[in-house]
């Protein structure tokens, strides 16, 4: 009896890391597999919907741009930092939303710059893949009942750079924006004063330099504009599992509504 009870306890213990690994990934099928093909380009995504909409319903939609580790065409990779956190059940009860996680293909960006140099002139063409991501949100709007006035843009590391190029490319269209680790073209900052602005780097960031969110929001602000630094002292490159765990900052970015 003593030995079954042995065995029963080594079972039960083999079966604790899959059945928290299971928990752990359970969040990802919610995001359905999907794919956008604009101009003979195919941008593989990640589509979140509620369980319902209701006929009369307005949902805010939400871009999240990923980070240079997370390109490829799996529509998988890009999942891996910041999603997990809106998924969480306490902010799909509290905010019934869509979110959209597009994958930027290996040998592309979302916006086509040096991110090691100290600023950046916005380059003239916008890239392929945030060319797709526009298309993809246009398309989505005229499917789905989104709220215009409150379409949110949200990226880190190299999608950080995007975040502020998305805005920049399109001033006055989003709602609220949350760049991490990024940087846009300072020389471009009073184009997006109207955009409510959260922008965090860590300050022990020897990959992208901090003073290019520090640069960026001051830019916006000289302006007129009121947008907010966030930095954080003992980190570096690695610091959006602070920014996308902490449920302010996603509550900050859904009270935010666009003025027309």
Same mark, same amino acid.
């Given at each position: ?11 039960? %213990? ?98 086509? $710059?040096?991110?090691? %140099? ?34 949110? $843009? ?53 990959? $992208? ?10 830019? $916006? ?28 900052? %996603? ?10």
């Amino acid at each position: 009896m003593k030995r079954e009870f042995f065995l029963l306890g080594l079972f039960l %213990l083999a079966l604790l890391p899959v059945s928290g690994l299971n928990a752990q990934n359970n969040w990802q099928s919610f995001l359905s597999k999907e794919k956008f093909v604009y101009k003979g380009n195919i941008q593989p995504y990640r589509l979140y919907l509620p369980d319902s909409i209701q006929p009369d319903e307005k949902l805010p939609l939400i871009l999240f741009l990923h980070g240079a580790g997370e390109r490829g065409n799996d529509n998988q990779t890009q999942l891996l930092h910041g999603v997990s956190h809106f998924m969480d059940v306490q902010i799909r009860n509290e905010y019934r939303f869509i979110l959209i996680a597009p994958q930027c293909p290996e040998d592309a960006r979302w916006v086509e $710059v040096d991110w090691t %140099l100290a600023s950046h002139k916005m380059p003239a063409r916008i890239s392929v893949p945030l060319e797709l991501s526009f298309a993809l949100i246009d398309s989505l709007m005229s499917v789905y009942p989104v709220d215009s006035n409150r379409v949110y $843009v949200t990226g880190l590391s190299m999608g950080g750079f995007g975040t502020w190029d998305a805005m920049q490319r399109r001033p006055g269209f989003f709602a609220a924006s949350m760049p991490v680790c990024g940087g846009g073209d300072e020389t471009q900052a009073c184009a997006i004063i109207a955009t409510p602005i959260k922008a965090f780097h860590g300050k022990l960031d020897h990959l $992208v330099m901090p003073a290019r969110t520090i640069n960026m929001v001051n830019a $916006v602000n000289q302006c007129g504009g009121g947008a907010e630094c966030v930095l954080f002292p003992n980190l570096g490159h690695l610091c959006w599992e602070q920014v996308y765990s902490n449920v302010e900052n %996603l509550r900050w970015m859904f009270a935010q509504k666009r003025q027309n």
